[in-house]
């Protein structure tokens, strides 16, 4: 739909009626000869530049659908333990900064009429926005060790450029404690439609099957700043593609592996071999092998008997207890290299990402931990630990994720004290699309929405916080 300002209307209109007063009567019916020439085809051609550029120039839109491709800038918050980016929401549009999730598929923010767990962190005031529509379903989300719930709304969401309009999230009041630090204000799920507890069709997924980005990618690079003894609260993150992969971020060529299953839900590959300070790992076949791979989640979790497989490798390394059950420590001086293959190339999580913390005199606790997921996730969490170790590409068509080798512009991020943190960038809108089909979705959805519980990044930060005391 085309809108124009009405003082552009208006323009139109008065010119038009002022023509003919203004003209003699034969340049009129010259005029009027010259339209009537034209062929339907080159009316076409004009009507269409005329409105596309009348669009353009005001800023309105049109329904032609645009591809394009946009960048968001990453801030690495708490040494490497989540990775946030900025969107915005609404009319006029308010920017948040949300972690980016691959490991989930719902977009919310704390409310203004939060009342627990937003107190220190921006909030949405639906009232400011004049396209909010509240659609008054409760929503839930279940995550490793915190959860948030609120309401289900629509609203436009601007990101790196694009925009959906009526897209679903929800406007959450109350948010565990440690799952917002400041000024984080909610989280963008990236993985599919058929994990979101919402229902609703994903932001990103709306924009790569609706055709708004040039190639139907998102990828990320992400820094490491952990290894870094004088890191701050933030630091210069990397960055998220939509619509293209950055050449300047990586070398060789990216390794795509098609996701296992026939539903997409998270972005899952299998693992294939897994290595240790060089020796192997039996690794199970089948379902058993999944890994989702989640952005959102800071360390690597898997089965118990596989990460105590891990540690067996590595001389003197004992289980965690109390509030470390389920972690591993090791000698820190020890430096450990566990590399994984989805298939093709083995990648390595380097010493310094194996390395979490000190934990006690000269033992470290290390970056791989046992989990047992439910039934319907992955049987491994591949996060950042990972992550920082490669460029990510989430391919959405065929449903795939790639990895590609690091260059030299990313790796000289890592650890660089002086580089600029960047602040919250929405970015000239150049695309836009319409949720698919959310609407009627989610107008009769259950009461209670749940999603398989993983441990994501917010189960760290508790870590953290226990850790810290
Ligand atoms: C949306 O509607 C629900 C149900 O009426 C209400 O509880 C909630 O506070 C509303 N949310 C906002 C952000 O106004
Ligand atoms: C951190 O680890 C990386 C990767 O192993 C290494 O290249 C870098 O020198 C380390 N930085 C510091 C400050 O130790
Ligand atoms: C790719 O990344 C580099 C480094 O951040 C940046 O300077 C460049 O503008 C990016 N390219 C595109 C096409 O966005």
């Known amino acids: 739909m085309l809108t124009l300002p009405l003082t552009i209307i208006a323009l139109l209109v008065s010119d038009a009626s002022a023509t003919p007063t203004r003209q003699p009567r034969g340049i009129s019916l010259d005029l009027h000869r010259r339209v009537q020439s034209r062929s339907v085809e080159e009316l076409g051609v004009w009507a269409k530049n005329h409105r596309e550029g009348l669009a353009a120039k005001y800023g309105g839109r049109t329904t032609t659908r645009k591809r394009s491709t946009g960048t968001n800038l990453l801030v690495n918050q708490g040494g490497d333990s989540s990775f946030y980016g900025s969107l915005a ?17 719902d977009l919310w923010v704390a409310g203004s009429t939060c009342t627990r767990g937003c107190s220190s962190t921006p909030t949405f005031d639906v009232s400011a926005s004049s396209t909010f529509t509240n ?8 995550y490793g060790s915190g959860d948030a719930s609120g309401a289900l709304a629509s609203d436009t969401v601007q990101m790196a450029g694009f925009s959906v309009s009526n897209q679903v999230f929800a406007v959450c009041d109350e948010v565990s404690s440690n799952l917002l630090t400041s000024p984080v204000s909610g989280l963008l799920g990236l993985a599919w439609d058929s994990i979101a507890a919402s229902r609703a069709t994903p932001f990103a997924q709306t924009l790569a099957t609706g055709n708004s980005w040039d190639s139907p990618v998102m990828a990320f690079q992400l820094t490491r700043f952990l290894n870094q003894s004088r890191t701050g609260e933030s630091q210069a993150g990397g960055s998220f593609t939509m619509g293209f992969v950055n050449s300047t971020l990586y070398t060789g060529d990216i390794e795509f592996i098609n996701m296992p299953t026939s539903t997409n839900s998270y972005w899952i590959l299998p693992i294939k071999a897994m290595t240790v300070q060089g020796s192997s790992i039996t690794v199970p076949s089948g379902s058993d092998a999944y890994a989702a791979i989640d952005t959102g989640t800071t360390l690597i979790g898997g089965p118990p008997d596989q990460i105590a497989n891990v540690y067996a490798q590595i001389p003197n390394s004992q289980p965690g207890t109390g509030d470390l059950e389920g972690y591993y420590m090791y000698p820190c001086d020890t430096s450990v290299t566990v590399t994984f293959s989805f298939g093709g190339k083995s990648w390595a999580v380097s010493p310094a990402d194996f390395e979490v913390q000190e934990v006690s005199r000269g033992m470290c606790m290390g970056g791989l931990f046992s989990l047992s997921t439910g039934d319907s996730a992955p049987s491994w969490i591949v996060g950042d630990t990972f992550l920082k170790n490669v460029y990510s590409v989430f391919r959405f068509n065929p449903p795939s994720v790639g ?5 030299g512009y990313s790796l000289s991020m890592n650890g660089n004290l002086d580089l600029a943190v960047p602040s919250a960038t929405i970015g000239s809108v150049s695309a836009f699309a319409t949720a698919g089909g959310s609407s009627n979705r989610n107008s009769d959805a259950a009461v209670s929405l749940r999603t398989p519980s993983l441990i994501s990044t917010i189960a760290m930060m508790s870590l953290w916080a226990i850790l810290a005391n």
Do not use: E, M, R
Request: overall charge negative; glycine content about 6%.
């Open 89 to 105: 929401i609404g009319t006029p549009p308010v920017a948040f900064d949300v972690i980016l999730d691959t490991g989930s598929a």
């Open 135 to 142: 659609k008054s379903t409760p929503f839930s989300i279940v």
């Open 403 to 407: 990895f590609a080798a690091l260059s």
